[in-house]
């Protein structure tokens, strides 16, 4: 329960008269947002106190010089915890290097406090942030990811009090994490890429909590499916020596319970463990006391999922497990912006739902990226069931970071695995994306496996992209393909993944941040062929990658985000741009195939064979050349020698690829069949890269036969159409991508040779 905060009273003067900004866009929790008590939920779902009393709500505001002092007068009201940028605010403005931000609002401590510590405590404030109480300072933090707390206890009155906070936040213009927020006009306007509007000041909630002199701090939990037990150490403050004893509960029964010295490791033993899954995101509650002797001084309630993450051999393959079982991750790529709130969601219902988007299309594992979520976000991926991949917000783009800018980074890294290492949603660590900021990556990636030995690591997402530089260590390796899906191979070492692909884009009149200035790295010209191509890719990987080795892909990606067109539901969130019942089949279709792989096609290199159409009503028809062009046409046992030869292949070990193929002619050695501007034809190899990879061909299994997927442009496929022979793309924009019978065009049966 949330303590009222009696005497109250004197609010803001002005407060009556604050109202919010309009916004360029408003989602459906736009309107939601009260005055006064604005995200109004404990906000620390894993360590919780009965007792508390939330600050959210109408501050006085003030904007001055980055070095000023305190100001004489706060002539402003902002809404916290939204950032002064945003229209929830009731700021709306620009923040750069040279503005410093103030906040000052009046408490009092509620009397049935009395005998206890009062903390004071920040979810996020970006980003170097100073507190005062009745005129005293009580802290400094740096960090605009990671929570903070000061016992404010010896500065209060006993009365009215006042809290005095300033925030400097230099941007991209400092050295420290900023992920993708840049100094730009807070109004929508054309530009900005990928990157988008900054978030200054305080973005999560604020509030009072008493506590005991020695009390819990943080409970670091670790599941153990070896011997069935959950491992809890219990951080405490002003409890060294003290014991702690931990309860491990389910519908009210307790499973499990164990006392150890406090800041030691406790094995709760957890019987029968009933596991967590994206499919049966089940969550035990758990309890920590923290003992003097048999009295309890302190306690915090909790829970955990039972489950464990690692990297495996399987069926030789490297791949991810959870639960000791390979399952494929299919997740999109999630900024967390707000076109009303920018970082922070307008309501709790809001931060749920697109993880609850996730789930509703088919997803079972989300990207945060180089964003951290408040700690509800993680509760809501926990209880509904979504594997996280957590980067850690970049330094900006294009810049040496500093050894103090390094220093600062890696604390709040540090920081911020303490606060969500007991998520059992959260799977991986990303350190580095794209070589922004990047610096010893090998180093980092095997500092942070150490610091959290639990959990996968990912040294670089996207090492071939941008001037990264891949530590070459990690669980994983990462690649960015757009549109996609590529080869992204596995090695003895690490397992493969897609950790940016897609970026399909398509524009909702009335529901674009800057009408006309939207952008995706692949236009859509309608919702159904946003849908064919998406699926497209989704089966692509299901058919090609998959079982070539990858393990994981992220699609770029959830929303639009501001000019950013590539979402999957718009930016306000008022529309879903795709078949969300049909998106969830290819996603469940690619996860089931993961559990249940098909065997391998092979195709015996060395032989001649003859392809023959599988569509109904052209199974006559073979695979030929003529003139150098592919083509198909009837064949027969009267046909000529000459076209009988035309239509059958040697085939070889893939020219690019030893575990793909190459189809060389009958008739001319030496010459094979390869894809050129996505017509199919026959030519001589030149020996260069280009021609071998345009002439290998790839197995995928179809119905009667196989299908040929180029290695160069994995998800095309060799297709017949109108008898000419073509790369195909399923969703694609020519004629020769045509939905219709694409399948079946696209399956070949392979066959004794014309001409052995």
Same mark, same amino acid.
């Given at each position: 329960?949330?303590?009222?905060?009696?005497?109250?009273?004197?609010?803001?003067?002005?407060?009556?008269?604050?109202?919010?900004?309009?916004?360029?866009?408003? &989602?459906?929790?736009?309107?939601?947002?009260?005055?006064?008590?604005?995200?109004?939920?404990?906000?620390?779902?894993?360590?919780?106190?009965?007792?508390?009393?939330?600050?959210?709500?109408?501050?006085?505001?003030?904007?001055?010089?980055?070095?000023?002092?305190?100001?004489?007068?706060?002539?402003?009201?902002?809404?916290?915890?939204?950032?002064?940028?945003?229209?929830?605010?009731?700021?709306?403005?620009?923040?750069?290097?040279?503005?410093?931000?103030?906040?000052?609002?009046?408490?009092?401590?509620?009397?049935?406090?009395?005998?206890?510590?009062?903390?004071?405590?920040?979810?996020?404030?970006?980003?170097?942030?100073?507190?005062?109480?009745?005129?005293?300072?009580?802290?400094?933090?740096?960090?605009?990811?990671?929570?903070?707390?000061?016992?404010?206890?010896?500065?209060?009155?006993?009365?009215?009090?006042?809290?005095?906070?300033?925030?400097?936040?230099?941007?991209?213009? *400092?050295?420290?994490?900023?992920? +993708?927020?840049?100094?730009?006009?807070?109004?929508?306007?054309?530009?900005?890429?990928?990157?988008?509007?900054?978030?200054? *000041?305080?973005?999560?909630?604020?509030?009072?909590?008493?506590?005991?002199?020695?009390?819990?701090?943080?409970?670091d939990m670790t599941p153990n499916l070896g011997d069935s037990t959950l491992r809890v150490k219990v951080q405490g403050a002003s409890a060294a020596g003290r014991s702690a004893r931990v309860t491990v509960?389910?519908?009210?029964?307790?499973?499990?319970?164990?006392?150890?010295?406090?800041?030691?490791?406790?094995?709760?033993?957890?019987?029968?463990?009933?596991?967590?899954?994206?499919?049966?995101?089940?969550?035990?509650?758990?309890?920590?006391?923290?003992?003097?002797?048999?009295?309890?001084?302190?306690?915090?309630?909790?829970?955990?999922?039972?489950?464990?993450?690692?990297?495996?051999?399987?069926?030789? !393959?490297?791949?991810?497990?959870?639960?000791?079982?390979?399952?494929?991750?299919?997740? /999109?790529?999630?900024?967390?912006?707000?076109?009303?709130?920018?970082?922070?969601?307008?309501?709790?219902?809001?931060?749920?739902?697109?993880?609850?988007?996730?789930?509703?299309?088919?997803?079972?594992?989300?990207? +945060?990226?180089?964003?951290?979520?408040?700690?509800?976000?993680?509760?809501?991926?926990?209880?509904?069931?979504?594997?996280?991949?957590?980067?850690?917000?970049?330094?900006?783009?294009?810049?040496?970071?500093?050894?103090?800018?390094?220093?600062?980074?890696?604390?709040?890294?540090?920081?911020? !695995?303490?606060?969500?290492?007991?998520?059992?949603?959260?799977?991986?660590?990303?350190?580095?994306?794209?070589?922004?900021?990047?610096?010893?990556?090998?180093?980092?990636?095997?500092?942070?496996?150490?610091?959290?030995?639990?959990?996968?690591?990912?040294?670089?997402?996207?090492?071939?992209?941008?001037?990264?530089?891949?530590?070459?260590?990690?669980?994983?390796?990462?690649?960015?393909?757009?549109?996609?899906?590529?080869?992204?191979?596995? &090695?003895?070492?690490?397992?493969?993944?897609?950790?940016?692909?897609?970026?399909?884009?398509?524009?909702?009149?009335?529901?674009?941040?800057?009408?006309?200035?939207?952008?995706?790295?692949?236009?859509?010209?309608?919702?159904?062929?946003?849908?064919?191509?998406?699926?497209?890719?989704?089966?692509?990987?299901?058919?090609?990658?998959?079982?070539?080795?990858?393990?994981?892909?992220?699609?770029?990606?959830?929303?639009?985000?501001?000019?950013?067109?590539?979402?999957?539901?718009?930016?306000?969130?008022?529309?879903?741009?795709?078949?969300?019942?049909?998106?969830?089949?290819?996603?469940?279709?690619?996860?089931?195939?993961?559990?249940?792989?098909?065997?391998?096609?092979?195709?015996?290199?060395?032989?001649?064979?003859?392809?023959?159409?599988?569509?109904?009503?052209?199974?006559?028809?073979?695979?030929?050349?003529?003139?150098a062009l592919a083509f198909t046409a009837v064949v027969g046992s009267t046909s000529s020698a000459l076209l009988k030869s035309d239509a059958t292949w040697k085939i070889v070990t893939g020219l690019a690829?030893?575990?793909?193929?190459?189809?060389?002619?009958?008739?001319?050695?030496?010459?094979?069949?390869?894809?050129?501007?996505?017509?199919?034809?026959?030519?001589?190899?030149? *020996?260069?890269?280009?021609?071998?990879?345009?002439? &290998?061909?790839? /197995?995928?299994?179809?119905?009667? *036969?196989?299908?040929?997927?180029?290695?160069?442009?994995?998800?095309?496929?060799?297709?017949?159409?109108?008898?000419?022979?073509?790369?195909?793309?399923?969703?694609?924009?020519?004629?020769?991508?045509?939905?219709?019978?694409?399948?079946?065009?696209?399956?070949?049966?392979?066959?004794?040779?014309?001409?052995?």
């Amino acid at each position: 329960m949330s303590t009222a905060l009696t005497g109250i009273g004197s609010a803001p003067a002005g407060a009556a008269s604050w109202a919010p900004k309009p916004s360029p866009m408003t &989602t459906p929790w736009t309107g939601q947002v009260p005055v006064d008590k604005p995200l109004p939920e404990y906000p620390r779902p894993q360590l919780t106190r009965p007792d508390w009393a939330n600050l959210n709500g109408i501050w006085d505001f003030a904007v001055t010089g980055r070095d000023a002092g305190q100001p004489a007068s706060f002539p402003d009201q902002i809404r916290v915890p939204f950032v002064a940028e945003s229209t929830l605010s009731g700021i709306q403005r620009k923040i750069t290097e040279n503005d410093k931000l103030w906040y000052k609002r009046a408490f009092t401590v509620p009397t049935d406090w009395n005998g206890r510590r009062v903390e004071l405590n920040f979810g996020a404030s970006d980003w170097q942030t100073t507190v005062w109480v009745n005129g005293v300072q009580v802290g400094a933090h740096k960090g605009g990811f990671d929570s903070f707390a000061y016992d404010i206890t010896p500065q209060l009155n006993g009365g009215t009090n006042t809290v005095v906070v300033s925030v400097y936040d230099p941007t991209q213009t *400092g050295g420290q994490a900023v992920g +993708k927020q840049r100094i730009n006009e807070v109004q929508p306007h054309s530009g900005g890429g990928i990157f988008y509007t900054a978030a200054s *000041g305080i973005w999560q909630t604020v509030w009072l909590e008493p506590v005991a002199t020695a009390h819990i701090t943080r409970l670091d939990m670790t599941p153990n499916l070896g011997d069935s037990t959950l491992r809890v150490k219990v951080q405490g403050a002003s409890a060294a020596g003290r014991s702690a004893r931990v309860t491990v509960s389910s519908g009210g029964s307790v499973v499990g319970t164990a006392t150890g010295t406090i800041g030691s490791e406790i094995s709760v033993p957890v019987p029968s463990a009933h596991l967590w899954s994206p499919d049966d995101p089940f969550l035990y509650d758990v309890k920590a006391e923290l003992l003097d002797g048999p009295a309890v001084t302190d306690a915090v309630g909790s829970y955990a999922g039972m489950r464990s993450i690692a990297v495996a051999k399987v069926d030789n !393959i490297l791949r991810p497990v959870l639960n000791g079982k390979f399952v494929f991750q299919t997740g /999109t790529l999630d900024q967390g912006y707000w076109p009303d709130g920018i970082y922070t969601a307008p309501t709790d219902a809001a931060l749920k739902s697109d993880l609850q988007a996730h789930k509703d299309l088919g997803f079972n594992m989300v990207r +945060k990226h180089i964003k951290v979520e408040p700690q509800r976000w993680f509760y809501w991926a926990d209880k509904l069931g979504l594997l996280v991949w957590q980067d850690m917000p970049a330094m900006d783009t294009g810049k040496t970071p500093s050894t103090a800018a390094r220093t600062q980074w890696e604390a709040e890294y540090h920081a911020v !695995i303490d606060q969500h290492r007991s998520s059992p949603s959260l799977v991986m660590w990303v350190d580095e994306n794209e070589g922004w900021g990047q610096y010893d990556q090998a180093r980092i990636a095997d500092e942070v496996k150490a610091y959290d030995p639990s959990r996968l690591v990912n040294n670089m997402s996207g090492v071939n992209c941008c001037g990264s530089v891949d530590g070459g260590n990690g669980d994983v390796i990462d690649n960015h393909i757009y549109v996609g899906p590529g080869n992204t191979a596995p &090695t003895s070492t690490r397992a493969a993944v897609l950790g940016e692909f897609g970026g399909l884009g398509y524009k909702v009149p009335g529901h674009e941040w800057f009408p006309g200035g939207g952008f995706s790295y692949e236009d859509q010209a309608s919702v159904s062929a946003l849908n064919n191509r998406f699926v497209g890719l989704l089966d692509s990987i299901r058919v090609g990658q998959l079982p070539a080795g990858l393990s994981a892909s992220v699609y770029t990606e959830i929303t639009d985000v501001e000019n950013e067109a590539n979402g999957l539901l718009t930016y306000d969130r008022q529309v879903v741009k795709v078949d969300a019942a049909r998106v969830k089949a290819a996603n469940q279709a690619l996860i089931n195939a993961s559990r249940n792989p098909a065997p391998p096609v092979t195709l015996p290199t060395g032989q001649y064979k003859s392809l023959r159409v599988t569509t109904p009503g052209y199974t006559d028809k073979y695979l030929r050349h003529q003139d150098a062009l592919a083509f198909t046409a009837v064949v027969g046992s009267t046909s000529s020698a000459l076209l009988k030869s035309d239509a059958t292949w040697k085939i070889v070990t893939g020219l690019a690829n030893s575990n793909c193929y190459s189809l060389e002619s009958r008739n001319y050695p030496g010459e094979y069949l390869r894809h050129r501007d996505f017509r199919v034809r026959r030519d001589a190899n030149d *020996g260069s890269a280009l021609f071998k990879a345009d002439a &290998t061909w790839c /197995t995928v299994s179809g119905t009667g *036969g196989v299908r040929l997927s180029s290695v160069n442009l994995p998800g095309s496929y060799l297709r017949h159409i109108d008898s000419e022979v073509w790369l195909a793309t399923p969703g694609g924009t020519h004629a020769w991508d045509n939905p219709a019978t694409f399948t079946e065009d696209t399956t070949w049966a392979v066959q004794a040779p014309w001409a052995p």
